[in-house]
Structure formats: structure tokens, C-alpha cells
């Protein structure tokens, strides 16, 4: 058995340059299917949201959903594209085990949304990404193969599809290609997936929880010798379900193709899966072109025209860009651009955001979400937002420090607990017996019990060496598992020896 020999990244980036294009896919939150009056609730009981149409029965008949076509038409004027005077509905041929129709109602030549583009920061530069389209389509059911090791049908001993998903209205949101990033490729596509799901989730037509499949993005990742003028073959790494696996696969999928070009090899155009657990890429299937699909005009579907005035309207409405409201809250919060880049970088925006408005301070809300939170979910290698902590409980936990009731210490204790859902941060610090201790009458034993065992330390401190005292907090702090309060304990000490100070 041979074992590949990956090049370092820096030496990928200083012999080729990359060029990425990012396929996004946004489910839309309407309370009904594209196409039909299915409900399209998460979770329910597989294949109990479908009927004739989302199954392609015949003789049953599709009808646009308006609430899709407008929040389709809103994203597109959010990401500054140009919105289609007349577009229509293509049949897209395949078949999949998860498409009831054998066909995907989607758009081909013809989209509801061209032509546009989206700014985003990346180390404090900022890079421009063109647009090229946005159009609307229904999403496909979901298969699910047991009975093997990976959960891939390779493997698998039986399959279960689910058909609740077919015919969820699925927004496809394709860059143009972007050349020119060199080593930051990878931290440019994370940049545009963030501020592309903040966009969406500010419009209010989408929870973008990529951990569910909402928002589902494809990478598109090629490489060509430095100071080259034709690109190489790209490779699509689909289905990337979070902001770290989009950094993660085009770095891996640099490397790997790097790799193949240095052995003389070339690089297949085809479908590649990310692997989570070790940060590779894996082959999938050889892919289609357009043609392949088959593409024709939907039958069924008269085409759209959308009223100008109607447009125009839905621009006027449009929300603050996220960009803009970031840097209004920067402000509020009197934080350094480098500061504000550890937040967004973190993903901590609307945390710290929702976290202020549930009653903590800009700084506390901060400390909890980039310090400890922090630090738990790179452990863990999620997202912040999927911690277990939510704003109200880090603000009532910040409430509690503010109180008095708990120190930093403790805190982190009582916040080890909210993560293990053991209830809300004040059940957590009555349940665990966490308070901090302020009675002087409970105590005075400890201090005198320190100042005895201390009687060096005590004598200094009775000689006019007051910062001496300390050592004695210090020793009271650890025979009281840290639960007394240091201002009290320090102020019984000198009263004790007493010294003022």
C-alpha cells in the first residue's frame, strides 16, 4: 500500500493559483411547497408532506408559489442583480431515487435574477464576487442508506427515501468564476457563504441553518500554473454543510489537485464529497453538462413576467445590508476593526447582537461568546451558534457576575452546565451550590484560619505591606473552592490584622 505525499499549502499557493466558484442552494421558508399546498415543516414523519403534485402523479397540475418568486426576487435585488422582465420554468431531466417526478422543475437559460454581485471582507481587504444568477427550483426528497459503515450507499444494506423535502421551493445562487484570491481562495469562499447567509437571513426568507440543509453550498474548485492564463479542470465538492467545512474543502481540494498535477496526472471533472473527520475530499461521480439534463421548456407553467412597479417596490423595502448594520454596531459597541473581524471571524454577530438585547452589556456578551463559548465550539469543531448556549442565557449568566452572585470562575462553571443543558444559569448555580459566598460571618473562620497558617504573611501585612494580603485571599479563596468573595475576604483580612487599606 502506497501512501500519498500531500505538498505543504504554502507551496501549493506559491506554484498555483486557484480559482473558486461557489453554487449555494437556500431553502425558502414559505409555509407551503413551490409548487403545491404541502406544508414544509422540518421533522415530520417521513413521506406524510406530499401529495399529487410534489410526486408527479399524473394528471395533477403545479401552481407557482408568489411567496418564492418574491423572496426570490428580494434576494436578487439584495445581491445588486438585475431582475428578469420575463423568465420561465425548464424540466430538468435526471433520475435519482429522490425525485418523484424523474424530473426537477427548476430554470435553465432563462433565471429570475442575473448579473449582480456581493462585496465581502477578507482581512481587511475587499474583494468584489460577481453574481452571475439567481433562479428559483424545488428541491428533491432524501434518501437515507442504513446498515453500513459510512452512511453512503456504498455499503448499505437497504435505502429509505423520504419525500417530505420534494418540492421545497430551493433558491441556487451561482458566483461567476473568482480568480486572483491566491492562498486566501479558501478564506474568501467562507467570507462570501457568511455574508451571503446574513443577507438571506436579514431578508427573513430563509433560517439558513446549514446544519439542517437549509443553505447547502457547492464548491468549485480548479488550479492552473502560477502566471498561467487558462484554467485547470474544476472539481465540485457538493453539499459543504458549514462556514468551516467551505474553508476547509477548497484548502484540501488545493492541495489534493496540487498533488495529482505534481505526479504528471490530470485533474477529472467530477463530483467530489467532503469528509468531516479527516478534512479530505472524496470522488463522487463523473459530471454532467447541461446538455445531459435534457432542459426544456415546463409545459405546465406559464411563463413570469414580473411587474416593474411590484419590483420596484420590493427595492424600496429592502433591509439596512448586513455589512452596513455591522459596522453601525461596531460603533455602538466602540470596537476596534480588529476587534469587529475576531466577532464576524467567530461567527458572534447576531449572538453578541441578541445577547445585548436580552439585557448584558456589549462587553460581557463579548467575553462569554468569544472566550469560553469560543473556545468549546472550535474544540468540538462547530459553530458558535450551535454551542448550546443561547443570548438569554449568556445574558442572565453576565447578570449574575454583575450581581455579585458569581465570580469568573464560578461562572464558567455554571456555563459548563448550560451546555450540558442542565436548565438556565441560576437553576444551574442553586442545583450545583455555586453562589458566592459575601456573609463575613461564614467567612471569618476561613480568613482567621489563613492568617494562622500564615503568620509570615501575616506579620507583613501588619508592617505596612498591604499587598501582601494577596497571598491570604488567595489561600481563604482555595479552601473555599473558590465561592467567597474576594473584596470581602481581602477588606476581613486587614480588618482582622488591623490595617487600613
Same mark, same amino acid.
Given at each position: 500500500m502506497t501512501t500519498t505525499v500531500l505538498p505543504p499549502y504554502d507551496d501549493v499557493v506559491a506554484r498555483y493559483e486557484p480559482v473558486i466558484g461557489l453554487e449555494t442552494h437556500v431553502e425558502l421558508g414559505t409555509n407551503t411547497k413551490m409548487f403545491c399546498g404541502c406544508p414544509t415543516e422540518f421533522g415530520a414523519e417521513p413521506n406524510t &408532506?406530499?401529495?399529487p403534485v410534489c410526486l408527479g402523479l399524473p394528471g395533477s397540475l403545479p401552481v407557482p408559489n408568489r411567496a418564492a418568486i418574491e423572496a426570490t426576487i428580494r434576494i436578487g435585488l439584495a445581491l445588486n442583480c438585475s431582475i428578469a422582465e420575463w423568465c420561465r420554468?425548464? *424540466? @430538468?431531466?435526471y433520475f435519482y431515487p429522490d425525485m418523484p417526478k424523474n424530473f426537477q422543475t427548476s430554470q435553465y437559460d432563462e433565471p429570475l435574477c442575473v448579473d449582480g454581485y456581493l462585496d465581502v471582507e477578507v482581512d481587511g481587504e475587499m474583494v468584489r464576487i460577481g453574481i452571475e444568477r439567481v433562479h428559483l427550483e424545488e428541491d428533491t426528497g432524501k434518501t437515507l442508506h442504513v446498515g453500513g459503515a459510512t452512511g453512503r450507499i456504498h455499503g448499505a444494506t437497504e435505502s429509505l427515501v423520504d419525500y417530505n423535502r420534494a418540492g421545497i421551493p430551493l433558491v441556487e445562487i451561482v458566483t461567476k468564476p473568482i480568480p486572483g484570491t491566491g492562498a486566501k481562495a479558501p478564506l474568501v469562499a467562507r467570507a462570501y457563504v457568511t455574508e451571503l447567509r446574513d443577507i438571506i437571513r436579514s431578508l427573513n426568507v430563509s433560517d439558513v441553518r446549514m446544519e439542517q440543509g437549509s443553505l447547502r453550498c457547492d464548491v468549485n474548485t480548479s488550479l492552473m500554473p502560477a502566471g498561467g492564463t487558462e484554467w485547470g479542470t474544476r472539481t465540485e465538492t457538493k453539499n459543504v454543510n458549514s462556514l468551516r467545512s467551505v474553508e476547509r474543502a477548497v484548502r484540501a481540494e488545493m492541495i489534493r489537485q496540487?498533488?495529482?498535477l505534481d505526479g504528471g496526472g490530470r485533474i477529472l471533472q467530477e463530483t467530489r464529497h467532503f469528509q468531516e473527520d479527516t478534512g479530505d475530499t472524496r470522488p463522487g461521480r463523473s459530471k454532467e453538462e447541461a446538455t445531459d439534463?435534457?432542459?426544456?421548456?415546463?409545459? !405546465?407553467l406559464v411563463p413570469?413576467?414580473? !411587474?416593474?412597479?411590484?419590483?420596484?417596490?420590493l427595492k424600496a423595502a429592502l433591509p439596512e445590508p448586513p455589512r452596513v448594520h455591522r459596522k453601525r454596531l461596531q460603533d455602538e459597541w466602540g470596537l476596534? !476593526?480588529? !476587534?469587529? &473581524?475576531?466577532?464576524?471571524?467567530?461567527?458572534?454577530v447576531e449572538l453578541i447582537e441578541a445577547t445585548i438585547a436580552a439585557g448584558a452589556t456589549a462587553a460581557g456578551? *463579548? @467575553?462569554?461568546?468569544?472566550g469560553e463559548l469560543a473556545r468549546r465550539a472550535n474544540e468540538e469543531g462547530i459553530e458558535l451558534s450551535a454551542v448550546g448556549a443561547t443570548p438569554a442565557q449568556v445574558a442572565e449568566l453576565q447578570q449574575l457576575v454583575d450581581e455579585g452572585k458569581l465570580n469568573d470562575k464560578l461562572a464558567r462553571s455554571v456555563l459548563e452546565g448550560v451546555v450540558a443543558g442542565e436548565g438556565s444559569p441560576r437553576e444551574i448555580m442553586t442545583a450545583r451550590g455555586l453562589e458566592v459566598v459575601s456573609d463575613t460571618g461564614a467567612l471569618t473562620t476561613a480568613v482567621d484560619e489563613a492568617i494562622a497558617a500564615n503568620p509570615d504573611v501575616a506579620a507583613k501585612i501588619r508592617d505596612g505591606k498591604v499587598a501582601a494580603a494577596g497571598a491570604l485571599v488567595g489561600a481563604v479563596m482555595k479552601a473555599t473552592r473558590g465561592q467567597a468573595d474576594a473584596k470581602t475576604v481581602r477588606e476581613l483580612i486587614l480588618s482582622r490584622l488591623g490595617v487600613e487599606g
Amino acid at each position: 500500500m502506497t501512501t500519498t505525499v500531500l505538498p505543504p499549502y504554502d507551496d501549493v499557493v506559491a506554484r498555483y493559483e486557484p480559482v473558486i466558484g461557489l453554487e449555494t442552494h437556500v431553502e425558502l421558508g414559505t409555509n407551503t411547497k413551490m409548487f403545491c399546498g404541502c406544508p414544509t415543516e422540518f421533522g415530520a414523519e417521513p413521506n406524510t &408532506q406530499v401529495c399529487p403534485v410534489c410526486l408527479g402523479l399524473p394528471g395533477s397540475l403545479p401552481v407557482p408559489n408568489r411567496a418564492a418568486i418574491e423572496a426570490t426576487i428580494r434576494i436578487g435585488l439584495a445581491l445588486n442583480c438585475s431582475i428578469a422582465e420575463w423568465c420561465r420554468f425548464a *424540466r @430538468k431531466n435526471y433520475f435519482y431515487p429522490d425525485m418523484p417526478k424523474n424530473f426537477q422543475t427548476s430554470q435553465y437559460d432563462e433565471p429570475l435574477c442575473v448579473d449582480g454581485y456581493l462585496d465581502v471582507e477578507v482581512d481587511g481587504e475587499m474583494v468584489r464576487i460577481g453574481i452571475e444568477r439567481v433562479h428559483l427550483e424545488e428541491d428533491t426528497g432524501k434518501t437515507l442508506h442504513v446498515g453500513g459503515a459510512t452512511g453512503r450507499i456504498h455499503g448499505a444494506t437497504e435505502s429509505l427515501v423520504d419525500y417530505n423535502r420534494a418540492g421545497i421551493p430551493l433558491v441556487e445562487i451561482v458566483t461567476k468564476p473568482i480568480p486572483g484570491t491566491g492562498a486566501k481562495a479558501p478564506l474568501v469562499a467562507r467570507a462570501y457563504v457568511t455574508e451571503l447567509r446574513d443577507i438571506i437571513r436579514s431578508l427573513n426568507v430563509s433560517d439558513v441553518r446549514m446544519e439542517q440543509g437549509s443553505l447547502r453550498c457547492d464548491v468549485n474548485t480548479s488550479l492552473m500554473p502560477a502566471g498561467g492564463t487558462e484554467w485547470g479542470t474544476r472539481t465540485e465538492t457538493k453539499n459543504v454543510n458549514s462556514l468551516r467545512s467551505v474553508e476547509r474543502a477548497v484548502r484540501a481540494e488545493m492541495i489534493r489537485q496540487a498533488s495529482v498535477l505534481d505526479g504528471g496526472g490530470r485533474i477529472l471533472q467530477e463530483t467530489r464529497h467532503f469528509q468531516e473527520d479527516t478534512g479530505d475530499t472524496r470522488p463522487g461521480r463523473s459530471k454532467e453538462e447541461a446538455t445531459d439534463y435534457r432542459y426544456f421548456p415546463e409545459p !405546465d407553467l406559464v411563463p413570469m413576467a414580473p !411587474d416593474p412597479a411590484w419590483v420596484a417596490e420590493l427595492k424600496a423595502a429592502l433591509p439596512e445590508p448586513p455589512r452596513v448594520h455591522r459596522k453601525r454596531l461596531q460603533d455602538e459597541w466602540g470596537l476596534t !476593526d480588529l !476587534d469587529m &473581524q475576531s466577532v464576524v471571524n467567530a461567527g458572534a454577530v447576531e449572538l453578541i447582537e441578541a445577547t445585548i438585547a436580552a439585557g448584558a452589556t456589549a462587553a460581557g456578551a *463579548r @467575553k462569554w461568546w468569544l472566550g469560553e463559548l469560543a473556545r468549546r465550539a472550535n474544540e468540538e469543531g462547530i459553530e458558535l451558534s450551535a454551542v448550546g448556549a443561547t443570548p438569554a442565557q449568556v445574558a442572565e449568566l453576565q447578570q449574575l457576575v454583575d450581581e455579585g452572585k458569581l465570580n469568573d470562575k464560578l461562572a464558567r462553571s455554571v456555563l459548563e452546565g448550560v451546555v450540558a443543558g442542565e436548565g438556565s444559569p441560576r437553576e444551574i448555580m442553586t442545583a450545583r451550590g455555586l453562589e458566592v459566598v459575601s456573609d463575613t460571618g461564614a467567612l471569618t473562620t476561613a480568613v482567621d484560619e489563613a492568617i494562622a497558617a500564615n503568620p509570615d504573611v501575616a506579620a507583613k501585612i501588619r508592617d505596612g505591606k498591604v499587598a501582601a494580603a494577596g497571598a491570604l485571599v488567595g489561600a481563604v479563596m482555595k479552601a473555599t473552592r473558590g465561592q467567597a468573595d474576594a473584596k470581602t475576604v481581602r477588606e476581613l483580612i486587614l480588618s482582622r490584622l488591623g490595617v487600613e487599606g
